[in-house]
């Protein structure tokens, strides 16, 4: 269940702004969300979503139970233009476009942040008590 979309013409500094709020959502939620916000790329992602969503259909997946695993947003092709400007310099202007890659994932396939990061914890702790245990003095 993915779908991209190539050449979207605005910076991916902005787009990945939109995109790292619904990353990790549920399908539902990440349409309303992106149906209320007010940035540019907003639309486009959104319909980016319906396009995963279109692709889960045809695997079988119903899209209540789907969640955003990853969005990534990368830098596409950049258009170079020239402006005039004071004391007959000339500017640089670049118009920047970009990648967006969109993954959906049923939500039972996908660990939840917390439990992910209580795992990582759990490993820190134990992984400290062994070093204490080999670096601990023996009594003479």
């Given amino acids: ?45 959104e319909k980016l979503l319906d396009s995963a969503v279109a692709n889960a259909r045809a695997q079988g997946m119903e899209p209540e139970n789907l969640i955003v695993k990853t969005i990534t947003v990368d830098k596409g092709v950049v258009l170079r233009r020239f402006r005039p400007f004071s004391r007959g310099r000339s500017g640089r202007i670049r118009k920047m476009s970009s990648i967006i890659k969109i993954e959906l994932a049923a939500a039972s396939n996908v660990a939840t942040p ?27």
């Fill in 1 to 45: 269940m993915k779908a991209m979309l190539k050449g979207y013409h605005q910076a991916p500094r902005k787009v990945g702004l939109v995109a790292k709020l619904i990353r990790g959502k549920s399908v539902p939620a990440a349409r309303v969300a992106l149906s209320f916000l007010p940035k540019k790329s907003a639309p486009a992602i």
């Fill in 114 to 140: 917390k439990k992910a990061i209580a795992k990582k914890v759990a490993a820190k702790k134990t992984a400290s008590k062994k070093v204490a245990k080999k670096t601990a003095k023996k009594p003479e």
